[in-house]
């Protein structure tokens, strides 16, 4: 059974593609995804473009990736159609085709190896685009700004105070404020060129070959690179590292009674993404990457809480809750534990990062 529509045959003429390769991809949330080959050969991903992104995401894709490709980095490109343009434009959508890295995704870590390999990936693509200095064509409105979500919450609860469920989101909501005022200020950084949301679906890991197994009783895996650049943006890095952090770190799904922080991955990823990264972070960067790990499960669970209102969420699993509603609660429920978590590791995080610093 397939999983969407094929695309139109006039895209894949654009590209050249032979439509007996065409296959869906399964994974991510956004974009629609296909393999294919193209006639002449070579393996690629052929997306259409979700329309909450501008076309002039391309632009800067393709600066970006191209700056990571000179500086020896992996990354998917562009793949130009066959009148030289970056992207299809057909019927008020958009397609694009991408060069397919070798590797896979997961939607979850396993071991403090791979939240290592994952550190260490994000690590390189951030010291691979410090001196990248063009401005994007896309500017995006700032992602990660707690006031921000915390007032859009209390003004939810307002505007549906006849919600089926606003009892219990109410609930949730005073435990999200309340640890909102205990965690400690974050200190002003300097924007930097970020991926934009990190999240280990966007990692391209590979299996290690024996040579790189030595010494490790299981098979183990490699990271190859980042994908998914439509989120480009510039931010204090500290926030992007905490977004990757919350997520790797948790040893449950997202909306998991059962959430935990992971010290053990924690100390792994900062590892590597100091292997990665060099001596890209200055020491107030790294010392905010605790306080901001913490800050970004907070910020979730009141974005996730807000949601449970609205109902506005773009995915939610029919198979295991209700509604919408339900299953945001339980997100924001799992990020709250997270959140807990991290507060009561915070010294042990700190003496983590000071030890890299």
């Keep these: 059974m397939t999983l969407h529509p094929l695309p139109p045959a006039a895209v894949l003429d654009r590209y050249e593609l032979d439509p007996a390769t065409v296959r869906p991809i399964a994974s991510g949330h956004i974009n629609r995804s296909?393999?294919?080959?193209?006639?002449?050969?070579?393996?690629?991903?052929?997306?259409?473009?979700?329309?909450?992104?501008?076309?002039?995401?391309?632009?800067?894709?393709?600066?970006?990736?191209?700056?990571?490709?000179?500086?020896?980095?992996?990354?998917?490109?562009?793949?130009?159609?066959?009148?030289?343009?970056?992207?299809?434009?057909?019927?008020?959508?958009?397609?694009?085709?991408?060069?397919?890295?070798?590797?896979?995704?997961?939607?979850?870590?396993?071991?403090?190896?791979?939240?290592?390999?994952?550190?260490?990936?994000?690590?390189?693509?951030?010291?691979?685009?410090?001196?990248?200095?063009?401005?994007?064509?896309?500017?995006?409105?700032?992602?990660?700004?707690?006031?921000?979500?915390?007032a859009?919450?209390?003004?939810?609860?307002?505007?549906?105070?006849?919600?089926?469920?606003?009892?219990?989101?109410?609930?949730?909501?005073?435990?999200?404020?309340?640890?909102?005022?205990?965690?400690?200020?974050?200190?002003?950084?300097?924007?930097?060129?970020?991926?934009?949301?990190?999240?280990?679906?966007?990692?391209?890991?590979?299996?290690?070959?024996?040579?790189?197994?030595?010494?490790?009783?299981?098979?183990?895996?490699?990271?190859?690179?980042?994908?998914?650049?439509?989120?480009?943006?510039?931010?204090?890095?500290?926030?992007?590292?905490?977004d990757a952090l919350r997520s790797w770190c948790n040893t449950a799904t997202e909306d998991s009674p059962a959430a935990r922080f992971s010290v053990e991955r924690f100390a792994a990823a900062i590892a590597g993404y100091r292997q990665g990264s060099g001596e890209l972070l200055t020491a107030a960067e790294w010392q905010a990457v605790p306080t901001a790990t913490q800050t970004i499960a907070v910020e979730l669970a009141a974005r996730f809480a807000a949601d449970a209102l609205n109902e506005s969420y773009f995915a939610w699993d029919r198979e295991r809750f209700s509604s919408a509603s339900e299953h945001n609660q339980a997100r924001a429920e799992s990020q709250l534990k997270v959140a807990a978590s991290i507060a009561a590791a915070l010294p042990e995080l700190r003496r983590s990062v000071m030890t890299l610093a």
Excluded at 179 to 197: C, K, N, S
């Design 152 to 242: 859009s919450l209390e003004s939810t609860l307002g505007q549906h105070l006849n919600h089926r469920a606003h009892r219990t989101v109410a609930d949730i909501a005073g435990r999200i404020l309340t640890m909102a005022e205990t965690l400690p200020a974050l200190a002003a950084q300097m924007p930097r060129l970020v991926h934009g949301d990190p999240k280990i679906s966007n990692v391209v890991f590979r299996e290690a070959g024996a040579s790189e197994r030595a010494g490790h009783v299981s098979r183990s895996r490699i990271g190859v690179c980042l994908v998914d650049l439509d989120t480009l943006t510039r931010m204090p890095v500290a926030l992007e590292i905490g």
């Design 34 to 150: 296909y393999s294919a080959t193209r006639h002449a050969g070579g393996d690629f991903v052929l997306q259409r473009v979700n329309p909450i992104f501008p076309k002039e995401i391309h632009d800067d894709i393709e600066a970006v990736t191209r700056h990571l490709a000179a500086k020896g980095l992996t990354t998917p490109l562009l793949v130009a159609t066959t009148d030289a343009r970056r992207f299809v434009e057909l019927d008020g959508e958009i397609w694009r085709l991408l060069t397919r890295i070798p590797g896979a995704t997961q939607d979850s870590l396993s071991t403090a190896d791979e939240a290592r390999e994952a550190g260490r990936v994000l690590g390189e693509f951030h010291r691979a685009v410090a001196d990248f200095d063009q401005p994007l064509k896309n500017r995006r409105p700032p992602v990660h700004e707690l006031g921000r979500h915390l």
